[in-house]
């Protein structure tokens, strides 16, 4: 057992693990030799792409949250956040396929004629799909793009360049996004059409990464494309990428990528540094483990996934550099995946991607401020279980007064005049301020997850981690409080003082870091 094992509910369980008996034999060095592409983002040939999605498909894996209506099983995407989980332990090419990619939109909005088309195929494994959302003078602001679609005796004729999209090259269909009214508002101006790549006019380019694999380039050249072809409804292209958007940030991929590569980390990291990266990867287990549960039970996810998606994608990159700092001389050669030798310089480059992808994380951290600030900061989930433990006892005292430090500082900080606005108008504050949140729920969740596994060694890891990260979280919540409340905060009559004196007293209650750290380093030896 993984000590960073997910809680997951009994029906989910064997189905965990017959996924991952089945990913264990599916990407079995045999079966992979052969295979490797490293120009491709999976590090595989499109054959065995192909032939695994189909064997996934079979399985009932690959569509298994999509509704039954659709061939899917109809699963809550808890179940579809384990198997991306997994895939990306595993090293499998089935995270981003025709389903996952365009599966959602094609479901939600699509017609029957072109869930036949499309949807259906996808579904088997027999159809590979992309996004051509973005263009290379858009990036994130999906409002700045100029393809277009003009209406066309019997249909539309789509010019311009899509950029940034996975999976290009080997796709049989993209759903691209149009400008088809330009004298309206961004918001009711575009609308999503499915183009099959092989019509004339599409000219797909492969454009390389520093990282050699290659994301592509569609050209659109005076592009006929029937009626059928608009996806949901003209005009609402923005409404419906936004549902698309929301669907894909929470992918639970990321982790699962940081489990791998925690794993292999080189012998060269020193010990405490190893820990200090399982109690983040705990961290992230925490976020993750509450959207599962959201899922499992229909409550709304909101700012939750993107909490996920920064935390786990800026995780890779610190397990990256302390890899990549941590290996010998002979350990630091540029390795694609599946190729003898280690792969940390790999890595280093690979983890820049995901920060940048989906929505930059500094996006996903105004999205995250919009939803907080609209918010009782006051008030935190009830804890699930009891604290009886002295060392969780000490944790939830820190997560309380971290939270009473985050509702103060919104409450005031924020709100402070500043070059004619205030303090929370400014985009870096936001982002000071959105850090301190993610560290104090860091620091509630991690308390509450160790409090609800049965003593043992995974019991001793979550509570160690629970505690490194109580000790740390609440001296950089209590480190941007005094940022955003400036000179105020630092005298003696402010209500920040004892709060601060109190952070750094109970560091040693219940077990300083470095003693944790150390426990952490002996169960994960």
């Not at 956040?81 to 939109?105: K, M, N, Q, R, W």
């Not at 797909?204 to 994301?215: A, D, G, H, M, Y």
């Not at 958007?245 to 980390?265: C, I, P, T």
């Amino acid at each position: 057992m993984r000590l960073t094992e997910l809680r997951l509910r009994p029906e989910l369980l064997p189905w965990r693990d017959e996924v991952r008996e089945f990913l264990n034999t599916e990407m079995g060095s045999e079966k992979v030799a052969g295979h490797i592409d490293p120009t491709d983002l999976t590090g595989l040939n499109r054959d065995f792409e192909r032939r695994h999605q189909q064997e996934a498909a079979r399985r009932g894996m690959l569509a298994i949250s999509l509704p039954a209506a659709d061939g899917g099983q109809g699963r809550s995407r808890a179940w579809k956040h384990v198997y991306d989980l997994e895939a990306a332990f595993h090293g499998a090419p089935s995270i981003d396929t025709g389903v996952t990619l365009c599966g959602f939109v094609l479901s939600r909005f699509g017609t029957r004629a072109q869930k036949a088309r499309w949807l259906a195929p996808m579904v088997s494994g027999e159809m590979l799909g992309a996004i051509a959302y973005s263009e290379a003078g858009a990036g994130n602001n999906l409002a700045a793009i100029s393809a277009t679609g003009v209406r066309d005796s019997g249909g539309w004729v789509l010019s311009g360049t899509k950029s940034h999209v996975t999976g290009a090259h080997k796709a049989d269909v993209a759903v691209v996004l149009a400008v088809t009214d330009p004298k309206k508002s961004a918001r009711s101006s575009m609308t999503m059409f499915l183009v099959p790549l092989d019509t004339s006019g599409v000219e797909v380019e492969r454009k390389p990464t520093i990282n050699r694999w290659t994301l592509g380039e569609i050209d659109l050249r005076q592009v006929r494309i029937d009626d059928d072809c608009v996806l949901g409804e003209v005009g609402e292209g923005w409404s419906q990428v936004m549902a698309a958007v929301a669907a894909e940030r929470g992918s639970l991929a990321h982790y699962g990528w940081a489990e791998q590569w925690l794993q292999r980390l080189p012998t060269g990291v020193a010990r405490l540094e190893r820990a200090r990266l399982h109690a983040a990867a705990a961290r992230v287990r925490a976020f993750g483990q509450r959207l599962i549960e959201y899922e499992e039970s229909g409550q709304p996810v909101g700012y939750e996934a993107s909490v996920v998606k920064v935390t786990s994608t800026e995780l890779l990159q610190d397990i990256a550099r302390m890899a990549r700092l941590g290996a010998g001389q002979d350990e630091t050669e540029w390795t694609p995946m599946f190729e003898d030798g280690p792969s940390y310089a790999y890595d280093a480059l690979e983890a820049i991607h995901p920060t940048v992808s989906v929505g930059a994380n500094e996006t996903h951290r105004d999205m995250i401020a919009a939803d907080l600030l609209s918010r009782d900061l006051t008030v935190a989930a009830p804890p699930a279980a009891t604290f009886d433990n002295p060392v969780l006892s000490t944790c939830a005292e820190q997560a309380a007064q971290a939270r009473r430090v985050l509702a103060l500082t919104a409450q005031h900080a924020l709100q402070r005049p500043l070059y004619g606005k205030q303090v929370g108008d400014l985009q870096v504050a936001r982002h000071r301020f959105v850090d301190m949140a993610i560290a104090v729920e860091a620091m509630e969740l991690t308390t509450a997850e160790a409090a609800l596994v049965p003593s043992g060694p995974q019991r001793d890891y979550l509570v160690s981690a629970a505690k490194v990260t109580g000790n740390e979280c609440l001296l950089d919540v209590m480190a941007g409080a005094h940022q955003l409340h400036g000179a105020d905060g630092y005298y003696e009559d402010h209500y920040l003082a004892p709060l601060t004196r109190r952070a750094w007293a109970i560091q040693t209650e219940g077990g300083s870091t470095v003693e944790h750290l150390e426990q952490l380093a002996r169960l994960t030896d």
